[in-house]
């Protein structure tokens, strides 16, 4: 059991949390503050006002051990302008990425890659064509990487947004 | 030129800013932090890690003065994590969202509205249905009010993720 325990507490364990908390300036410091207190980095963070309400949902995606993403959950449910915290078991995620690639590059494959990802293209200048994608987070890592080949100026992404299934 | 000064000084604009930040546990709160210091919500945030790089890219979008957000952006630059910011101007903005309705509603119906908005059925279980959309953020609150007729049972925005054209 002991060994059990070593191993749970020092693995590693990619984390999904939704935060609600109260749509206030000063919230999102605090729920940060948190991660960052611990020498926690925060991957991917997306925040966005709860429709019809005075709440905002955060989605954080984090890399920690077990015992220490208990312990910063807890935490969060002790702080006054958090109503709830969801640890995400079985969700769908989605993340988006926009591209910059020079105008040069065969824009036909571009429209069809961006299309297999739920994407378009989105604008086209005398310089550069920008297209997106939207998919799961696995899924836009493998698009940046066929895209890779277009010589990309610009890559930008949205962080995760998830909900339980 | 006083009334004109006044104007600036008091007229509140939407603004998209994307700062570019060493990837580190602390930097994301130091950023908050600055908005919050001066009483200035965050309505929307992302933050995802730039491919092949120690840098994170954060996208914020605020309501403020102008001149406020001037002295944002001045006190960002001097942060020493903070390599960039931009204040956009003319950019690309992609939404998503992710709304769940009970499994009574009419799934074609659904199927199409999500299409319309860049988006799709993700989930299907015996109680509810997952569709997403990823559009301009004008659009994706249209999408919202229209979907609104299929009583969602829950909505998860992204937040805005955004490229200058």
Do not use: C, W
């Not at 709860?50 to 949902?57: D, G, L, P």
Request: no cysteine; proline share 3%.
């Amino acid at each position: 059991m002991n060994n059990f325990k070593d191993f749970y507490d020092s693995e590693e364990k990619r984390e999904v949390l939704s935060v609600i908390v109260v749509n206030k300036e000063s919230v999102l410091s605090r729920v940060v503050d948190l991660f960052s207190a611990r020498g926690y980095n925060i991957d991917s963070l997306t925040v966005a006002p709860i429709h019809n309400s005075e709440y905002s949902r955060m989605t954080i995606i984090t890399n920690g051990r077990a015992r220490v993403i208990d312990q910063i959950v807890k935490q969060l449910n002790k702080l006054v302008p958090v109503l709830k915290v969801i640890e995400h078991k079985d969700a769908i995620e989605k993340d988006t990425v926009l591209i910059k690639v020079p105008i040069d590059q065969n824009l036909s494959d571009l429209d069809v890659i961006a299309r297999a990802y739920n994407g378009a293209i989105q604008n086209v200048t005398h310089e550069a064509v920008v297209i997106s994608a939207t998919d799961e987070p696995k899924r836009i890592e493998n698009f940046i990487k066929i895209i890779e080949k277009f010589k990309p100026l610009e890559i930008v992404r949205s962080g995760v947004v998830s909900m339980e299934r």
